[in-house]
């Protein structure tokens, strides 16, 4: 942020120094920011419980107050507002109390005196996070007011793209083709489609073109009368059929046989087919949706696939990014996954160690989140605690990380009180008692964080001036 941008939203400011809430304010406003300010906590829980005007977005709020401390007025807000990103000021040397309130839930905060880009760079990062999630709820709304296909997890900029695009293309009659590495989602964005369309009431159906002899694939597909083949004893209504009015899923079309392709386009463009054995045509009425994890313009180049049949089902093309593409989605995905299968098996599974989380995000998901759930499954099963720890995962960070899984990663939390003791001992030259005083902690408390975090502190500074 270079300290021009414009902002969006409306944030309250609680502090009870009034040059600081001035400051704050017109500083704000001035980048655009809809501000509202209270002096103590007492005000902004008043103004929080009978909110008419709409909520806000935000909350910037000091933690050491006269009257109801910080943590407490902390406490009440997220009783009153879940949802509510909050970013505490702190003032130097209170680090303790900025760990408590991120414990607590606030997104983020801020050491006092601060400059002007810090928090305005703060500040633009929880809104611009605030916005992706209230988005990704609305279209998620929309989707679930329908009748639900299976919940779609993401939080990716990326996804949400496609996502849109589906919902978007979901309401016309198009055909359409939904390619991507195997696991990413295709089933599900093809259910999306038909749950979101005007056939919504009608049927979804699909059918497995690989995984099927051509023989059987072709009498599935269009049914058989009696006597048709050897077998046939009694006539069979095929997919097509069934599917009328409806939506059908054609998935790995990529493995259809040319036979069957050029019967495949009949449908499409006449809108009737004969069922085997028959000489009557029947006509139908359905949406294809065609998935495939091939290269279809690479199989149409090398002549394994017709290019007319092509041209008749790609209307529009939704192609899905692999995992290791929007990697934003893999916590979520996994903290959803997670929930699904200790519902499931019973056990109450219901964390994961900062350590997993690493691990999750460095894989690079080749099976995608097929292979995530899996993983998740596999972890929920074997966990004998309440959190789902690197041990339980059977995988290895990408080849591009060479960090190793065995030692664990200082959480960012850590990390900050690391460097913001190291600033105030180079600060105050090594001198304990001061930096202690000035970070709010006894000179023993200190030592034991010095010890922890191995810090280097200089032999022989004198500690009496
Ligand atoms: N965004 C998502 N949110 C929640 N679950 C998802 C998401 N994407 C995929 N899944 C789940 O992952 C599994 C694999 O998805 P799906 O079967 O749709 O993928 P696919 O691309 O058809 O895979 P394949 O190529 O293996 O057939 C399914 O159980 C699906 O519900
Ligand atoms: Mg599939």
């Given at each position: 942020m270079n ?9 309250l400011?609680c ?7 001035r ?9 655009g920011l809809?501000?509202e300010?209270?002096?103590d906590?007492?005000?902004l829980l008043?103004?929080?419980e ?6 806000p977005d935000?909350l ?7 009257g109801?401390d910080g943590?407490e007025?902390l ?7 879940p ?8 003032a130097y040397g209170?680090?303790d109390?900025a760990?408590?309130?991120?414990k ?5 905060y801020?050491?006092?005196p601060?400059?002007?880009?810090k928090?305005l760079?703060v500040?633009q990062?929880a809104l611009e996070?605030?916005?992706l ?10 989707l679930?007011r329908?009748?639900?296909p299976g919940?779609?997890v993401?939080?990716?900029k990326?996804?949400?793209d ?5 919902l978007?293309v979901?309401?016309?009659?198009a055909n359409?083709?939904?390619q991507g590495?195997s696991?990413?989602?295709?089933e ?5 489609i ?9 049927r979804f159906l699909?059918?497995?073109?690989a ?10 597909l269009f049914?058989h ?10 006539a069979q209504k095929?997919l097509?059929e069934?599917a009328n009015g ?8 990529g493995?259809i046989?040319?036979a ?10 006449e809108r009737?087919?004969l069922?085997?054995g028959?000489?009557?045509s ?9 998935a495939?994890n091939k ?5 149409i180049?090398?002549g394994?696939?017709?290019e007319?049949l092509?041209?008749?089902l790609?209307v ?7 995992l290791r ?19 499931r098996t019973?056990?109450k599974v219901?964390?994961i160690t900062s350590?997993?989380?690493?691990l ?6 080749p ?8 993983v ?11 959190e789902?720890s ?6 290895r960070?990408?080849?591009?990380l060479?960090?190793?899984p ?5 959480t960012?939390l850590?990390?900050v009180e690391?460097a913001?003791?190291?600033?105030l001992?180079e600060?105050?030259g090594?001198?304990?008692t ?5 970070l709010?902690?006894?000179?023993k408390t200190?030592?034991r964080?010095?010890?922890?975090y191995a810090l ?5 500074v004198?500690e009496t001036?």
């Amino acid at each position: 942020m270079n300290g021009s941008e414009l902002l969006e939203g409306k944030i309250l400011i609680c502090d009870d120094e009034e040059g600081m809430r001035r400051y704050l304010k017109k500083m704000l406003q001035s980048h655009g920011l809809t501000v509202e300010t209270f002096g103590d906590g007492a005000a902004l829980l008043r103004r929080l419980e009978n909110d008419e005007s709409g909520g806000p977005d935000l909350l910037l709020q000091d933690i050491r107050m006269p009257g109801m401390d910080g943590i407490e007025i902390l406490k009440r807000v997220a009783r009153l507002r879940p949802a509510l990103p909050i970013v505490v000021m702190t003032a130097y040397g209170t680090i303790d109390s900025a760990v408590e309130a991120i414990k607590l839930g606030a997104y983020d905060y801020i050491t006092k005196p601060f400059p002007k880009e810090k928090i305005l760079g703060v500040l633009q990062k929880a809104l611009e996070r605030e916005f992706l999630i209230n988005e990704n709820r609305d279209l998620k709304e929309k989707l679930s007011r329908q009748s639900a296909p299976g919940e779609i997890v993401f939080a990716s900029k990326k996804f949400r793209d496609v996502y849109e695009l589906t919902l978007q293309v979901a309401e016309s009659e198009a055909n359409i083709i939904v390619q991507g590495e195997s696991g990413t989602g295709k089933e599900l964005i093809a259910r999306a489609i038909h749950y979101n369309s005007p056939r919504k009431g009608q049927r979804f159906l699909s059918i497995n073109c690989a995984a099927l002899t051509d023989s059987l694939l072709e009498s599935q597909l269009f049914g058989h009368i009696r006597g048709a083949f050897t077998g046939a004893v009694t006539a069979q209504k095929g997919l097509l059929e069934e599917a009328n009015g409806g939506t059908l899923l054609l998935d790995e079309i990529g493995d259809i046989s040319p036979a069957l392709q050029v019967k495949l386009l009949r449908v499409i463009q006449e809108r009737d087919f004969l069922p085997v054995g028959s000489t009557k045509s029947k006509s139908v009425d359905i949406r294809f949706v065609a998935a495939t994890n091939k290269n279809l313009e690479k199989e149409i180049k090398e002549g394994r696939f017709r290019e007319d049949l092509y041209y008749r089902l790609n209307v529009i093309k939704i192609t899905l990014p692999p995992l290791r593409e929007r990697k934003e989605d893999i916590e979520p995905l996994a903290r959803f996954l997670l929930n699904k299968y200790s519902q499931r098996t019973k056990k109450k599974v219901t964390g994961i160690t900062s350590g997993a989380l690493r691990l999750l995000g460095e894989y690079n998901w080749p099976g995608n989140i097929r292979e995530l759930k899996n993983v998740m499954e596999r972890a929920v099963i074997l966990a004998r605690g309440n959190e789902v720890s690197e041990d339980l995962l059977p995988i290895r960070g990408g080849d591009d990380l060479s960090s190793s899984p065995a030692e664990e990663a200082p959480t960012s939390l850590e990390r900050v009180e690391r460097a913001h003791i190291i600033k105030l001992l180079e600060k105050t030259g090594y001198h304990k008692t001061r930096t202690a005083e000035l970070l709010g902690i006894t000179r023993k408390t200190l030592g034991r964080k010095i010890a922890e975090y191995a810090l280097n502190v200089p032999e022989g500074v004198s500690e009496t001036d």
